[in-house]
């Protein structure tokens, strides 16, 4: 048994390229591409038809190391993590990169089949293959689509932190004053943020007086109250007045019904008295 295993698994690594030839050329069947889209997958070519046979490799070493499938488990992740982050950044779609899987399945067990006739090997062992062949493949899908869902949201990550920071512009109107205009709403993340940001920028500038404009706000509750508490004690202590201006009526209205404190709060009702306020 394993002798014949040992067999099959150096089959396989002999004829990687060929089983990976034939895997791609049976899934790339059909496939129409514009000149454009056809220019860029021959760059990325080489890589991907690399990762194939890297694959075939690793099917045909579990079979030779079948005693030590912990390794060979250890091995799959990390090609999937390499394959399903590389296949992420060149733009592959998962669904479209999940289609692979039973082309990978078909020739593996085209070739497997090929080389028991050849070797007249007995059913017994077949099944051992199938023990091992089975399960791997699907721990390849699995942390391949783990790596490229993984690359997916760190990206998303990126993009929503970048959007965030653009979210809190501090404007300068003249030296020492600025205006930061807060669109939205606030959330917990995103109050975090303007209070790191504001603190940044406020010191960046060399401001003053800070005049922070509402008008894009559509709710305030009691935790964005307490938000712009802290973002206003935290100005103070860097020796910046803060002015809050733009409140909507609808806005007042649900202040006032929860019962928010807003004594603490210097407030003008549009962005030309807070400049005025602020110039004395």
């Known amino acids: ?17 060929a089983i ?8 790339m069947a059909g496939v129409q591409m514009t000149p454009e889209q056809t ?16 694959l075939i490799q ?35 779609p998962l669904d479209q990169a999940l289609f692979d899987t039973s082309f990978y399945r078909t020739y593996l067990w085209k070739a497997i089949k090929e080389e028991t006739i050849s070797h007249g090997l007995s059913v017994e062992t077949i099944f051992e293959v199938i023990e091992i062949i089975d ?6 899908v699995y942390f391949f689509s783990l790596s490229y869902v993984e690359s997916y949201q760190k990206v998303l ?3 929503k932190s970048a959007f965030l920071e653009l979210s809190v512009p501090i404007v300068p109107l003249v030296k020492g004053t600025g205006v930061l205009p807060l669109i939205g709403n606030i959330d917990t993340e995103r109050a975090q943020l303007i209070l790191e940001e504001t603190l940044k920028q406020s010191s960046k500038l060399k401001l003053e007086n800070l005049i922070l404009d ?18 206003m004690d935290a100005l103070s202590l860097l020796g910046v007045t803060t002015v ?25 009702g549009n962005l030309h008295q807070a400049f005025l306020e602020v110039q004395k």
């Open 135 to 140: 399960p791997l493949l699907d721990h390849a």
């Open 58 to 92: 690793l099917f045909g070493e579990s079979l030779i190391q079948f005693e030590n499938l912990d390794r060979s488990i250890e091995q799959f992740r990390e090609w999937g993590r390499e394959a399903g982050d590389f296949l992420f950044k060149i733009g592959a």
């Open 157 to 159: 990550e990126q993009a």
């Open 1 to 17: 048994m394993k002798q014949d295993l040992q067999l099959l698994g150096e089959a396989l690594i002999h004829r990687k390229q």
């Open 214 to 231: 509402l008008s894009g706000v559509l709710i305030v509750d009691t935790m964005v109250a307490d938000q712009l508490y802290k973002v």
């Open 39 to 54: 220019n860029d997958f021959q760059r990325v070519l080489p890589k991907i038809m690399e990762f194939r046979e890297q």
């Open 244 to 268: 809050l201006t733009g409140i909507r009526p609808e806005v007042a209205q649900t202040m006032v019904s929860l019962g928010l404190n807003i004594d603490k709060f210097k407030v003008k």
């Open 20 to 27: 990976a030839e034939m895997i791609h050329s049976n899934r």
